[in-house]
C-alpha cells in the first residue's frame, strides 16, 4: 500500500472495501443476522464481539474499510432496506452501531480496517420509501433522530469512514452538500475520517 500511495499523483492510500452488514461478503465468512434482527437482542457488547469477528475476518483478505454498520433510522416498512436498519429508535441504534464500529476497528497492530457507516443522513426518510427519493426533513428531527446515531458512532468509537446517502435532502444532493458533510458532520460532529 505505501509503494501504491508514493506512486500515486495525491499520495492517497488505496482503500480495499466490503460489505460487512451481516459478516464478510466473502465464502466461509461467518455470517450474521441483519441488524434489524441484531436489534432485537438490546445487546451492544454483543455487537461489538460481532463486529470484532467481522473485522478480523476482512482483515485477513485485505479488506481495509468495512461498509457498515447501517445507522440510519427506518421508521416506514415500505423501505426495501430497512432489514439493514437497528429500526426505529435512534437510542438503539446510536448503541449498537457505536459498539459495531468500536468491534470493527478494535484491532490493535498490523493492517487496519475501518468501519464505514452509512448512509449519512436520513435515507430510510425518503418520499414515499423510495430508495434515492428526496427526504423532506426538519432541522430538530434531522440532529435529533437522524443524526444521533452518527453523533454517538464518532464520538464513542472514534467512527473512521462515512459514507453519504444516495437522495437529496430537502431538494439538495447529500453526497454534495457542504453544509451536510463539513457543516453538520464534520464542523457539528466532530468527523475527521474518510
Not at 435532502?169 to 474518510?194: C, H, I, Q, W, Y
Amino acid at each position: 500500500q505505501k509503494q501504491v500511495m508514493e506512486s500515486s499523483e495525491h499520495h492517497i492510500p488505496v482503500i480495499f472495501h466490503m460489505e460487512g452488514l451481516c459478516g464478510a461478503l466473502m465464502q466461509e465468512a461467518t455470517s450474521f443476522p441483519s441488524g434489524i434482527g441484531r436489534a432485537s437482542s438490546w445487546n451492544p457488547e454483543l455487537e461489538e464481539r460481532i463486529g470484532g469477528i467481522v473485522g478480523r475476518q476482512e482483515r485477513a483478505v485485505g479488506i481495509t474499510q468495512t461498509l457498515a454498520p447501517v445507522l440510519d433510522i427506518s421508521r416506514d416498512s415500505r423501505m426495501g432496506r430497512q432489514c439493514e436498519t437497528y429500526g426505529e429508535d435512534p437510542a438503539l441504534a446510536a448503541a449498537m452501531g457505536s459498539a459495531y464500529a468500536k468491534g470493527v476497528q478494535g484491532q490493535s497492530a498490523g493492517r487496519r480496517t475501518d468501519a464505514c457507516a452509512k448512509h449519512f443522513l436520513a435515507f430510510h426518510n425518503s418520499q414515499g420509501a423510495i430508495h434515492g427519493a428526496n427526504v423532506e426533513v426538519g432541522e430538530r428531527q434531522l440532529h435529533e433522530i437522524y443524526g444521533k446515531p452518527f453523533q454517538a458512532a464518532i464520538a464513542e468509537s472514534n467512527l473512521r469512514g462515512v459514507m453519504p446517502c444516495y437522495c437529496s435532502l430537502n431538494g439538495k444532493p447529500v453526497s454534495a452538500s457542504g453544509r451536510m458533510l463539513t457543516g453538520l458532520l464534520r464542523e457539528d460532529m466532530g468527523f475527521d475520517g474518510v
